[in-house]
């Protein structure tokens, strides 16, 4: 059986062994082209993840027991007949399911996203209101985690073996091993119970109208209005759920930085640089640095994602009214288009995320190209 | 909007803060059901009449300023007082009334099924007849329901409102209500967003008694977070959801109403073809027997009262807790040893959320703990709320266990529900030929007791039959809380529906 | 760094300890060497004889753990016990590097232009202009076709001949006194091969460059380097000028590893391999450590290491039975 | 969900990096190569072996260690830290130290199972598609996408929302969202012993492409999935008790320890509800990756930085 | 004495994403007779383990045949190799990866003994394998990794051995070992080609290790073959150009040392072949003609594809650039 599709299997073979292109004479062909085929696979790669999301939730969810009916009626009115066929009608639980499944398919193509059952709002715009929430926790998260994951994480591996590479790993690995819920009680019973130093949860004082809603993250949009006294209580609600948020997400990536820098630290290429006569420093910065992000930008992309679904619990304890909390509630009340909003959204984000990756490695590493 | 309230923000003055836990699915009085859509509509509209702060013996008037009941107990007339306005600065009319019960009850809404019997009609621009086709002594009660909320028919229909017969496909108001308020109550919606926070102030143009706070705030907060919040006794600040165990160690400065309008209740399943372990008498009466109400009520803090009969402590009707029941374990096995089932274990139904503060599973394993202690085995299957609710309406679950709450606060209003006949015991499969006639009679008379007196000792011979002759077990009651900080007045618990009515709280 | 007379590079009684799993793991021991001014000296043995840690201990690259004793004196300088600072003045315009293989040493996320230039602005204080200028120049010496565009390419668009040769370049740019390239052909076709050998000889002429050039074919030794030292188990063997020690072998170690490889192009005859494998690091006999494979051994090989002393001029032998070696294999 | 996200272990073998030629990995030196293996700090495996087995004899010894019945009420609700309840008692009454060690008979083997469960499903399917190739693995790799592009807590959530929390539903909808890690990694193994010389050299020698599969692909496949799944039984602890906080996991009234915190959360000023259950889960999960590390250096000397 | 193996018009081409199309072998004629060394020399990249692979079976040809003892050689695919067809075997480059690490060797010796042995003989056979490659029968018990890359080797011609093949094809089989281990490995095969009169095709870019074992030599560049004969004929009297530099870059152990001579130009990428003579980008001698393409032919005592072969054989075979003496 071996190589039954032998192009496929060589292409490894061509690019471990570059060897042969000489500048000028056999650069691959034009980027345009590339690119073009590049994106378009993208495109169409993306389209089939996203059907096969939304057959995959709406399967889910016909499995299921329960009737929306059940969570949207009082029990007295679900007692009468006529009051719950009326509601059927209304949101097409009467026709068959692939009636359903096309109708909800033919609207998604008009980029209507339907009407959650259990908000009553249209998915799209309470996607629109939950999604910032949700961005504002996991991006500051993100680039807090990242800086201080490449910072601790190199750091370690320099000190391989040193009572500084110890404690960084094992406070990774114990950070690693704490649940986030549990982290999130702790840190809400120190600082708010204990020392009533932060906030108990939701995005703003109730004392404070939200800003209006531009990008729909308060602190920036706080900042667009010119309201700093919001913008700081915003921000002050937004200390404890990236604290944690930033303390797992950095547990989980500081080993990878620091075996992703260690791998690099052990090349020739680093050996050589300081055969030149380069100080510690540059060769830090310019060199290992740089080398190693390749690898931090893949696990980097991978933890965004796992970020996103860490949120869930974060927000359930923070009253954070996001994606997290969204999801939760449209799972438990069985509502099919909000779960499938969720579900469509997280595809595209994970795409996207899957995206700026590739792309970012093609501006790291110049031999990766976009093939 | 404004950025004004950013300076004046610790005065705590202008400002009510409402901690709950939400999902507010629409402000519409014809679709909303959950509690704090109740809250937040009865603030937004009037109604024809309602209840005066925690006292629900007797509606009072709103915007009708009397009203008559015939004598047959089926037909009503209210008579509108003529200086309410809406909140645009029209007058409150009969018209307006009329368009905003037949919409109610063509919407098809949660709440259609209690008004269907209902038919409303303008006899003049200030007087509206209500007629029940049934006999039915509680409409004034079930008008003075937020749902019931009176809508200007003028701006309704501007928005897409429809009251004809076929209102529930073609009514096009529902979502515009969550923007703006088309009713006449002391307050009018702000900003609305379903899951994290809704803004409420005042209507410069309420024809009553203006509300002390011009805005109010509710936040969507868990029930930790709320105790969190009101152990920091913040300013001008309530909670709604603090119940049971989580009221304790709050500080006492703190201002606490409530009062039991919840009841929790096993349902078995009444035919043998379902299960013949809950079909057996013996086995239910020593279930009975073997559980603690004592210790259930525990579970609860302060607030959970052991069960007597059925109805909560709250309405008229309700046994004394002098009758409460007892664990009597001896009674309890003796019982098991007589069902000759009691080697056979049942599944227990309930929904795994929490509510009134008590996660529901505690419960449910506190029931099954004492009744293992009389031998009888009973294994637990917590359900989402959706699919719990789906099975049980099926009418094929043997045994269930869910909290109730009455669809408006007389307690009569349960009889006909849980007599055979009724939606409940329908599900239960409790026929009128597997129930007690004696039971039967007494939920009969109930219904057709016109004197109020009369119809609480009706209520109380029927409860007491029911303990030993019904397939339901009631555990315990458990009350509503308003939390308030210190510095507010008027914050006091309603077992009216709408929890608390806002516009009553003011700073001291 | 002045010009000194006498040897550029004096190494003398060197020994070096890795921190192994189980213990410090000696690898390179007693260990002398000299480079002189303008000379190609070869290191030859079989793979894990320390050529490589030899050249590392030169620029203290040596991994964390390892110990150095002895002396090693550059243009008059002592590296032993060097601190950070002065090692890194010694690397890059003192002591420069070229290692096997070019596309592990040379950065691939770099351009070659940084990597020409980052250390000459540090290591010779040049402008970046002045910098860019040395570096076409530099790339122009190594033959590397069109320079300037050469610059902005990274690593993997050359090919592995142009990538040593960059290598070579990156090395040079400081003008280093002493060049050591760590097998920098192993990796390359023998037609590549042939090139950077014919530069490095260039360079050495042109710019009176020292070159210590480790290898493992004999051949390639034979054609470029003036002296030799053939080492095992991290110790010389003998050293001496190329052609003698090739033609003459002194040592029975020397010997067998021409016997075993193929003749090139003179009559065909069978090849004949060592028995036996290496003895690895912290498994040494405790004689001479070639003992055990062997075919000359006697007693007095087991009783303890053999010195290493001279024997002749210019050569030295680290073996107590010294055979005649001549009705031996070549 | 806490824990390394499963992809990561997947993807992570670093992007191939020329193998270490620096310092004498060659062929000539075998036994090097071993001693290098063995760079350990013992110590830390062993701690986790002992916490492990520790749990392990508290799981398997429950009964006899347990001051109270877990099930029952034996003291009063809230109690807070004793001499007669060490760590308190919860909201019935029960004694938390008892149904914390009853606890580790419910974390502990659901996690393994959940591990083996997706080990074998994933990595029979990655396996299947790694050697047929073609359309076989095309499809097998979308479904994997599909499966990563759902944060792996909605979908488990959606999953045991559907079904009714249960134990089994969280095991199941926890299999769903693990399956494709598994799957990818022992492909990529495939993949690449489907190259290797010593598959071609097997099957010019006249071994059937079945016998192959046998004796060349699956021994030489299983490494990594191992060293994945032992660093992954972790990961399902902490998922398991994330979907029980979230009321999503074994049915009460199961001891299980994020049920145990959930139930604490709701009042802090009872802290030993919440916190002393984390602590278990913390110790059990530290000990899981710890030994998965030291699986992962034993297994995989390759990877023997990234600790 | 009739050919073992033919390789007619060989062609190998490879599509990678985003490349054009490879052509690693363009047309190669090739034949090996029982008890026959052909040596395959060219530099890396030219094609040499393409061809193998193809020859072995282990992949398809895109064009051309590959016939073993005159049946068509079948690629592996779902179905298992046909018994005749085992007695062509292959040794591959990797000593380390050509052996099973979690088997025995003993148990993957046994895979390749012919069905026909059977019972106790089996077990004996795989003792006399080791021994013929000069390991002990108690190797057989053991693990691949407890070996040397020399031992492992060995061990893989003995699995080779197993199934009595007549021809063997090893891909650059040494080129991963020291020196002392080549030389041990080399003498083994040569020795073995001998006592069992099989035919070995041995790729290897050592043209010196080559030169040592080979009774014929085929040079290959870029995808073709541009000379081949004799070995010792074609070393002492190369006719192509390339032929000539590759012999010159030998660098050689002498009393006389002189620096190997250069060859201009690298082996251009096989996704961009040079028209005409592939080899006229280096060529020293390149003249108009060589725009065309030339074929293998019998030219100047060689079978040579170069244009000006005749002429060339005149000058002496030295394209020296710069191998100045020393
Ligand atoms: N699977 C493949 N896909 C694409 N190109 C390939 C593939 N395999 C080989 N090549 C290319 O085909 C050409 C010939 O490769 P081949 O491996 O046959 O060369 P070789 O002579 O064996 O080289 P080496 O001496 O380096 O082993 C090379 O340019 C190589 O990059
Ligand atoms: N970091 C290390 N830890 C332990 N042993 C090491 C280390 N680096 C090298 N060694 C050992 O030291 C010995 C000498 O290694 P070195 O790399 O110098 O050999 P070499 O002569 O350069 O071999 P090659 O020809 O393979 O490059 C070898 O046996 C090697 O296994
Ligand atoms: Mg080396
Ligand atoms: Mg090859």
Redo the contacts with the bound molecule.
């Keep these: 059986m071996t190589e039954p599709h032998?192009?496929d299997?060589?292409?490894?073979?061509?690019t471990a062994?570059p060897?042969?292109q000489v500048p000028g004479r056999s650069e691959p062909p034009g980027p345009s082209r590339n690119l073009l085929r590049f994106v378009g696979k993208k495109v169409a790669i993306t389209a089939g993840l996203l059907l096969g999301v939304t057959i995959l939730t709406f399967l889910l969810v016909q499995a299921v027991p329960g009737d929306p009916t059940t969570t949207n009626l009082s029990e007295t009115a679900q007692k009468d007949p006529s009051v719950v066929a009326a509601y059927r009608a209304k949101w097409g639980l009467d026709k068959s399911l692939p009636v359903q499944y096309f109708t909800y398919l033919n609207h998604l193509l008009h980029g209507d996203l339907g009407t959650s059952q259990s908000t009553g709002n249209p998915v799209a715009s309470d996607l629109g209101k939950y999604v910032p929430a949700t961005l504002e926790l996991a991006i500051p998260a993100m680039i807090l985690a990242l800086a201080i994951s490449v910072g601790l994480g190199l750091w370690a591996a320099v000190r391989k073996d040193k009572p500084a590479d110890h404690a960084i790993r094992g406070v990774a690995l114990v950070g690693l091993s704490t649940p986030s819920f549990w982290l999130a009680i702790v840190v809400l019973y120190i600082f708010f119970y204990k020392l009533g130093w932060a906030p108990n949860g939701g995005r703003l004082s109730a004392r404070y109208t939200p800003p209006e809603h531009v990008t729909g993250m308060y602190t920036v949009d706080a900042l667009l209005q010119g309201r700093p006294i919001a913008f700081q209580d915003a921000l002050w609600h937004l200390m404890l759920p990236v604290l944690v948020l930033t303390a797992l997400t950095v547990s989980v990536l500081i080993r990878f930085v620091r075996s992703a820098m260690l791998e690099v630290l052990d090349q020739d290429y680093i050996k050589a640089a300081y055969a030149k006569g380069l100080s510690r420093r540059t060769v830090l910065r310019r060199h290992v640095l740089r080398a190693g992000l390749v690898q931090v930008v893949t696990v980097a992309g991978l933890a965004f994602a796992s970020l996103l679904s860490g949120t869930v619990l974060i927000e359930q304890i923070y009253s954070w009214p996001g994606l997290g909390q969204y999801a939760y509630r449209s799972a438990l009340n069985l509502d099919l288009p909000a779960i499938m909003g969720v579900g469509l959204f997280v595809a595209l984000v994970y795409t996207l995320v899957n995206l700026i990756i590739d792309i970012l490695y093609g501006v790291i590493d110049p031999r990766i190209r976009l093939s | 909007a404004c950025s004004s309230e950013d300076s004046g923000g610790n005065g705590g003055s202008s400002t009510l803060t409402v901690d709950t836990s939400f999902v507010v699915k629409s402000l519409d009085p014809g679709a909303v059901y959950e509690p704090t859509g109740n809250v937040i509509v009865h603030a937004l509209y009037d109604t024809l009449v309602t209840f005066d702060g925690s006292d629900i013996s007797k509606p009072v008037p709103d915007l009708a300023k009397s009203y008559t009941a015939a004598p047959d107990g089926k037909s009503f007339t209210f008579v509108l007082r003529d200086d309410a306005v809406f909140n645009d600065g029209s007058k409150v009319t009969a018209a307006d009334v009329v368009f905003s019960l037949n919409r109610l009850k063509n919407l098809k809404g949660s709440a259609a099924a209690i008004v269907k019997d209902l038919s409303a009609s303008a006899t003049d621009e200030h007087t509206v007849v209500v007629t029940s086709a049934v006999l039915n002594p509680n409409v004034p009660t079930i008008l003075a329901e937020p749902y019931a909320g009176i809508l200007s028919a003028k701006l309704a229909k501007q928005h897409g409102g429809e009251d004809g017969p076929d209102a529930s496909k073609t009514d096009k108001l529902g979502s515009y209500l969550n923007t703006a308020t088309v009713g006449s109550g002391p307050y009018r919606i702000e900003s609305f967003d379903a899951a994290s926070r809704i803004v409420l102030t005042a209507n410069d143009k309420y024809w009553g008694n203006k509300p002390a706070f011009k805005r109010v705030v509710f936040q969507n907060m868990d029930v930790q977070n709320q105790k969190l919040t009101m152990s920091k006794q913040p300013k001008s600040e309530i909670a709604l959801d603090l119940a049971g165990d989580s009221l304790s160690g709050l500080p006492g400065a703190l201002q606490q109403s409530g009062s039991a309008d919840s009841y929790y209740q096993l349902r078995l399943h009444a035919d043998p073809a379902v299960s013949e372990v809950t079909s057996n008498r013996d086995w239910v009466n020593a279930l009975q027997a073997a559980l603690d109400y004592k210790g259930l009520a525990a579970l609860f803090g302060s607030s959970g009262v052991p069960a007597a009969g059925i109805v909560p402590t709250a309405y008229a009707g309700a046994l004394p807790e002098s009758e409460a029941q007892t664990q009597d374990l001896a009674k309890a096995k003796s019982l098991a040893e007589q069902s000759g089932v009691a080697s056979k274990s049942v599944k227990l139904l309930y929904p795994a959320i929490t509510f009134g503060g008590v996660d529901l599973g505690t419960i449910a394993a506190k029931v099954q703990s004492d009744a293992a202690k009389a031998g009888l085995k009973i294994e637990l299957d917590p359900a989402p709320i959706a699919s719990f609710l789906d099975q049980r309406r099926g009418g094929k679950v043997a045994f269930s266990f869910s909290p109730q709450l009455l669809d408006y606060p007389v307690a009569a209003s349960v009889v006909a529900d849980l007599m055979p006949g009724g939606g409940t015991a329908q599900a239960a499969g409790w026929t009128a030929d597997r129930a007690d006639p004696a039971t039967v009679a007494a939920a009969n008379k109930v219904l057709t007791a016109l004197d109020a007196k009369e119809q609480v000792a009706a209520l109380q011979d029927w409860q007491r039959l029911m303990i030993n002759h019904s397939p339901y077990i009631t555990l315990v009651y458990n009350s509503g809380t308003v939390v308030a900080s210190a510095d507010l007045k008027g914050a006091v618990y309603t077992a009216a529906g709408w929890v608390v009515d806002i516009a009553d709280i003011s700073s001291r | 760094m002045s010009a000194v007379n006498g040897p550029l590079l004096q190494v003398s009684g060197l020994s070096v300890t890795l921190r192994g799993s189980d213990g410090p793991l000696p690898v390179i021991k007693d260990l002398d060497l000299q480079v002189n001014p303008g000379e190609i000296v070869g290191i030859a043995g079989e793979s894990g004889s320390g050529k490589s840690l030899t050249a590392l201990t030169l620029l203290n690259l040596l991994p964390p753990g390892a110990t150095v004793t002895g002396s090693m004196r550059f243009a008059g300088t002592e590296l032993t016990g060097l601190d950070r600072r002065g090692w890194q003045r010694t690397r890059g315009s003192g002591i420069a590097m070229v290692f096997q293989d070019a596309s592990a040493a040379l950065h691939p996320m770099l351009t070659v232009g940084v990597q020409l230039t980052e250390h000459m602005r540090s290591g010779l204080g040049l402008s970046r202009a002045a910098a860019r200028a040395r570096a076409i120049e530099l790339l122009e010496q190594v033959r590397i076709p069109q320079p300037e565009r050469a610059l902005r390419s990274y690593p993997h668009q050359f090919s592995g001949g142009m990538r040593q040769r960059v290598a070579i370049a990156i090395a040079l740019a400081c003008r280093p006194q002493l060049l050591i390239a760590d097998e920098p052909t192993t990796a390359l076709?023998v037609t590549v091969q042939a090139g950077i050998l014919a530069l490095l000889d260039e360079l050495r002429r042109d710019n009176d460059l020292a070159v210590l050039f480790i290898t493992h074919d004999l051949g390639v030794l034979s054609s470029l380097t003036r002296r030799a030292y053939v080492f095992y188990a991290g110790r010389v063997m003998e050293s001496g000028s190329t052609v003698q020690v090739l033609t003459d072998p002194a040592h029975p170690y020397t010997a067998a590893l021409l016997a075993a490889r193929p003749h090139g192009l003179s009559a065909t005859r069978t090849l004949r391999a060592i028995p036996g494998a290496p003895v690895l690091p912290g498994q040494e006999p405790p004689g001479c450590p070639f003992e055990p494979r062997c075919t000359f051994a006697l007693d007095a090989c087991r009783a303890g290491v053999p010195p290493h002393e001279p024997i002749a001029h210019g050569r030295t032998l680290a073996c107590v039975i010294s055979p005649d070696l001549s009705g031996a294999d070549r | 969900m806490t824990g390394v996200p499963s992809t990561l272990a997947a993807d992570s073998a670093p992007p191939a990096l020329p193998a270490r030629r620096w310092f004498g990995l060659r062929p000539g030196a075998p036994r090097a190569e071993r001693v290098a293996r063995r760079r350990h700090s013992r110590g830390l495996t062993v701690a986790a072996c002992v916490i492990l087995a520790a749990w392990a004899l508290v799981a398997v010894f429950a009964p006899l260690l347990a001051p109270h019945d877990p099930l029952a009420q034996s003291g009063p609700y809230y109690a807070s830290p004793s001499a007669a309840h060490w760590f308190g008692t919860d909201q019935l009454g029960r004694d938390i130290l008892s149904r914390i060690l009853y606890g580790a008979r419910l974390s502990l083997p659901l996690a393994v199972v959940i591990v083996a469960l997706a080990l074998l499903i994933g990595g029979g399917l990655g396996l299947i598609a790694g050697y047929i190739g073609r359309w076989v693995d095309e499809s097998l790799m979308r479904l994997t996408d599909l499966v990563f592009a759902f944060p792996p807590i909605i979908l488990a959530m959606v999953v045991t929302a559907a079904f009714g929390p249960s134990a089994r539903n969280a095991v199941l909808a926890l299999v769903l969202v693990s399956w494709p890690t598994y799957a990818r990694v022992v492909r990529s193994a495939v993949l690449s012993i489907r190259s290797s010389d010593f598959l071609h050299a097997s099957r010019l020698l006249g071994v059937g492409p079945w016998q192959a599969l046998r004796r060349d692909v699956v021994p030489n496949s299983v490494g990594p999935s191992v060293v994945l799944a032992s660093l992954e039984l972790g990961n399902a602890v902490l998922m398991l008790a994330s979907l029980s906080f979230l009321g999503l996991g074994p049915r009460p009234p199961a001891p299980e320890w994020g049920a145990m915190i959930a139930a604490g959360s709701n009042d802090l000023s009872k802290w030993w509800v919440s916190i002393i259950p984390g602590i278990a889960i913390l110790t059990a999960v530290l000990a899981f990756n710890l030994l998965g590390d030291a699986v992962r250096d034993w297994l995989d000397p390759r990877a023997r930085n990234a600790r | 004495m009739s050919d073992l193996l033919t390789v007619e018009d060989l062609r190998?081409e490879?599509?990678?994403r985003g490349?054009g199309v490879?052509r690693?072998?363009t047309g190669v004629d090739l034949a090996v007779a029982a008890g026959e060394v052909v040596g395959l020399v060219?530099?890396?990249?030219?094609?040499?383990?393409?061809?193998?692979?193809v020859v072995a079976g282990l992949a398809a040809p895109s064009g051309g045949r590959v016939l073993f003892a005159g049946e068509p050689v079948v690629p592996l695919a779902w179905r298992k190799r046909p018994a005749a067809q085992t007695r062509l075997q292959m040794i591959f480059?990797d000593p380390g990866g050509s052996l099973n690490p979690r088997r025995t060797v003993g148990a993957q010796l046994l895979d390749g003994v012919p069905a026909g042995v059977t019972g106790s003989d089996r077990r004996a056979r795989v003792a006399e394998l080791l021994e013929r490659v000069g390991m002990s029968a108690a190797a057989g018990e053991r693990f691949p990794h407890e070996f040397s890359g020399g031992q492992r080797q060995r061990l893989a011609i003995a699995r080779a051995l197993a199934a009595e093949p007549e021809l063997i094809i090893a891909?650059?089989p040494v080129t991963a070992l020291d020196a002392s281990a080549q030389a041990q490995v080399v003498s083994l095969l040569l020795s073995l080609v001998r006592e069992l009169d099989m035919g070995l095709l041995f790729?290897s870019?050592d043209l010196a290790l080559v030169h040592e074992i080979a009774d014929r030599t085929a040079v290959?560049y870029l995808?073709t073959i541009v000379e081949t004969g004799p070995t010792r004929r074609l070393m002492a009297e190369p006719r192509h150009p390339y032929t000539q530099a590759l012999v010159g870059a030998i660098p050689q152990v002498s009393a006389e040392p002189r620096l190997p001579s250069v060859l201009r130009g690298e082996v251009p990428?096989?996704?961009h072949i040079p028209s005409g003579c592939r080899f006229r980008p280096r060529c020293p001698y390149a003249v108009e003609i060589c725009r065309t393409e030339p074929v293998l032919r019998a030219a100047a005592g060689s079978l040579v594809a170069c244009h000006r072969a005749e002429e060339l054989a005149a000058v002496p075979a030295d394209v020296t650039q710069n191998g100045e003496s020393r």
């Design positions: 032998l192009p299997g060589g292409a490894a073979i061509a062994d060897d042969q | 076709d | 190998v490879y599509r990678p490349r490879v690693a072998v060219g530099e890396s990249g030219c094609g040499k383990s393409s061809l193998a692979r480059q891909d650059e790729i870019h290959m995808g990428d096989p996704s």
